[in-house]
């Protein structure tokens, strides 16, 4: 027995500090530590998020990464006016070619690293640039007025870097206020994302991602879901109990009919005929008149509209007297569906209409020459329409944040798919982006919009909304 006193007595002389230290950073850890740990990582909001889309790290959804950093500019969602975001101020140089970037100060990654101009890198391949320590020099070869809206997109650092059981993995690295924390590929697949953890200090969001709204309907149904956003209709869903429904209207897509014009089918006057012929929707309020959205500061109010009127679209079919009956394909994706069908019958009505105007007004023609005016329409379904190969086209494009339209309807371009021709349109475009001032800049894009609207190369019809659905109270928000 004190053979065992001794050497318990040895022991702790020799390391009573070390055994003392230990004691209190124990009871520190299990005290205080350990209890605010499960505190803060219960009191942190979980949120489990559908997205629909393909997505990648080098396509990441723009939800996410507004949530995670900023730009050097950002657009007013009210609109389009720019403004500086991580820039404190910028200079334009007289002759349009030079632009300058002061950056703000104390700007920190979410790594608590400086924000350095050299750490900006968009991808401006005819663009030269310059560093100094608080700014950013752009060079252009030539004047290009949308060019600020270039420097919108939210900056992110890739940083590589080791984790138990991935080959590969980046730290994404924003400057916001939430930081992306982790995720994941789709299986088979070391490119396409399966999901995406976005956290803040109050907030943990787990983003999943569907390949299509049908997917996304079934994971909420199955709960790997509580919320899902970005439908354009909320389908069965809307007579589920205790659900919130958000209806969104941020006109950052029109859907439109577009006419392929090197058919010789479509002349001005068929192509506004269809246009006064196609009801609208007009419930919402949401109708869409041109590519320019109308809360841009560039939409042109008097813009020539094709409000519904049978007896005018016939009268216009009539003129144009087709020399044979027009049996016509309508190619769509399986989203805009629905609303094909009812372009269908409004179409085809037009041609019933017209037929029976025919036979009943002009005499000299014959029935079987009345049978010209019949139309017939084919809907095609394809997500991944061929816009080299179409007759008609249903589909909806983003409005963009500058009234720049030079992309898709200057006669030069690949996008123009329509195969839109005005020599004035392309005048108009071409200075529409090298003109500096806003106000010479209204009255060239409001010009242009006159200009489309009367040649109809397109019926625009209506913004595409957005329904956000998540688990809750049952009620309808329009936003």
Known sequence: MRKIYWYV??????YYLIILISLLSGFLLFSFLIPQL?????????????LIGDYSLENLPSLITNQVSFGLMKASPLNSELTTSLAKDFTISEDGLTYTFTLKEDLLWQDNQPLHPNDIHYNLPEVHTEFTDNQIIYTLPEPFSPFTARLTKPLLRFIPTKKLFRLEFFNIIGIGDYAITDYTHRQHSRSKLSSMTVESS??????????????????????EVNEIIGLNHPRELEDWPNLTITRENPQSQYLA????LADERFPKNIRQAFGYALTKNTALGLLA???INDRSWAFFKGIKRYDYSLDRAIERLVDEFPAEPLEITLTTNSLN????IRLKDDLEMLGERAREYCLRENKQYEALTCDNLSITININVNNFPDLNNFELLLLSLATGIDPDQYTFWHSDQPNNFTNYKNTRVDAL?????????????????????????????AIFLEYDLNYNISRGQSETVVE
């Open 202 to 223: 109050e907030k943990k969001i787990i983003y999943r991602f569907y390949l299509t709204q049908e997917q996304a309907i079934t994971a909420f149904k199955k709960g």
């Open 337 to 340: 569906y629905d609303r094909a």
């Open 289 to 291: 008149f041109g590519p």
């Open 9 to 14: 007595s040895s022991f702790l002389s020799k």
């Open 38 to 50: 499960i505190k803060f990582v219960s009191q942190k909001e979980r949120r489990f998020v559908a």
């Open 257 to 260: 009919l577009f006419f392929n």
């Open 429 to 457: 475009l071409e200075e529409g982006r090298q003109v500096q001032d806003q106000q010479e800049r209204t009255l060239i894009y409001q010009e242009f919009q006159q200009v489309l609207s009367e040649d109809v190369p």
